[in-house]
Structures are given as C-alpha cells and as structure tokens.
C-alpha cells in the first residue's frame, strides 16, 4: 500500500514538473527563465533583460511553412534530376550534374571528398526537408505520427551541416573564373538549385522552435492533458 502510494505520488510530481516547464521559455542569450504567455497573432515575445528573441505567433504558420517545405521538396528533385550546367571549349561539349559531380570525385581517387559533398549537398538535406514534412504534414491535420520529437531534434541536430548554400557559392566563384576560357550554359538544374537554398532558409524561417514544440505538445494533449492525467492517476 505504501509502495502504490509512493508511486502515484511520484507520478504526480513529475506531471506537475513536466506542466511547469511546459509553460516556461529560456533566453537563448542569457538564459533568464520566463513564464510563456499566449501571444496574438503576430505578436513577439522578447527577454526583458537583453531584448532578445523568444518566440512569436506567426499566422498561420503551419499552412505556410507545408508549402514552401513541399516546394523545396520538388526544387531537390528537380536540381538533381537535370543538368546542372554545360561547358562548351573548342567546339566539345559537356553537361555535367550534381549527383555526376558529386560521383566523378569517387570515380578520380578522391572518395572520402566525395562522401562528403554527397551527404552535406545531398543527403542532409534530403533528410531535412523530408522530417519537416513527416512533422507538419500530421500537425496540420490536427494528428501525430510515432516519433515526431525525435524527428524534429534531428533537423536541428543536422541544421548546421547542410551546406547546399556553400556548394552553390563555390559553383558561382568556379563559373566567373571559366567564363573567360570557355562557354557555360547554366541548366535547369542550377537554377532549381539556387531555389532550393531559398526556399529551404524561407522554411526554417517560418516556424520557430517554440512555435513547433507547441504543436506538437497539442497534438498529444498538451497542458491540459499532463495536469489530467496527474488527476486522474
């Protein structure tokens, strides 16, 4: 009986832990702790020591940040479905594309630069734009798939190595410097390619961290449901 009694007792005050830190936001810049409260729309929270950004309610971010994540989708397939550029010297042409780029380092001895570029330019990416949609598609239609917080910290995790926006400026600096010695046509996939990295920073602008934590909280009860539960344990 004292056992059950520890238990439930246990439980509660876990529920209770969990309810409070639910309804607190820290400062990335100072850590100062606040109280998270309900904002209208449009509406930005910010640190009362450093000013700093919290978080916001952005209208109807869900809906936006789905379409521009689908849109990148179709942007990543089509920058590796095409062309990426076509070089022209003495008469001789040659088109070359992302994924042949990315092969022909493997195929000239240099495999370990080549597993590199394909998962940094390739992969990474794939992934990411993929796991916003696995997240936002179910929270749009006001449900949950297994594992969405898992999903959603490994596209922060993976963030800060996709470098599609370094490989498109270093193909830039490579293009003005054989301007001059040859003749470049840039494809379709270049073009699609320098849409991806647009829309890709327009998506991780759209929902802010706390905004989809909040989401996803909801989808599974939210507040509300944790402080039931400790209730009715």
Same mark, same amino acid.
């Given at each position: ?111 370990? !630069?080549?597993? &590199?570029? =394909? $998962?940094?330019? @390739?992969?990474?990416?794939? /992934?990411?734009?993929? +796991?916003?949609?696995?997240? !936002?598609?179910? &929270?749009? =239609? $006001?449900?949950? @798939?297994?594992?969405?917080? /898992?999903?959603?910290? +490994? ?12 490989? @498109? ?65």
């Amino acid at each position: 009986m004292t056992s059950a009694y520890s238990d439930n007792a246990n439980f509660k005050t876990r529920r209770y832990a969990e309810t409070v830190l639910l309804s607190l936001v820290a400062c990335h810049e100072c850590d100062l702790l606040h109280e998270k409260l309900e904002l209208r729309q449009g509406e930005v929270a910010r640190c009362v020591r450093c000013n700093a950004f919290l978080y916001s309610n952005k209208p109807n971010s869900i809906d936006r940040a789905l379409a521009v994540t689908l849109a990148a989708l179709i942007m990543f397939v089509v920058a590796n479905a095409f062309p990426f550029l076509a070089i022209s010297v003495s008469g001789n042409s040659q088109s070359i594309s992302i994924v042949s780029a990315v092969f022909a380092l493997s195929d000239n001895g240099m495999w370990l !630069l080549g597993l &590199l570029c =394909f $998962s940094f330019i @390739l992969f990474i990416p794939l /992934l990411r734009v993929v +796991g916003l949609l696995y997240i !936002l598609l179910p &929270l749009r =239609f $006001s449900s949950r @798939l297994p594992g969405l917080e /898992l999903v959603f910290r +490994g596209i922060v995790t993976m963030s800060p190595w996709s470098m599609m926006e370094i490989y @498109l400026l270093g193909a830039v600096v490579a293009l003005v410097k054989l301007a001059s010695m040859a003749n470049i046509e840039l494809g379709l996939s270049f073009w699609a390619f320098a849409l991806l990295n647009l829309l890709s920073a327009l998506a991780a602008q759209m929902v802010d961290t706390h905004t989809l934590w909040e989401f996803m909280s909801q989808s599974r009860g939210g507040r509300k449901s944790i402080i039931d539960g400790g209730s009715h344990r």
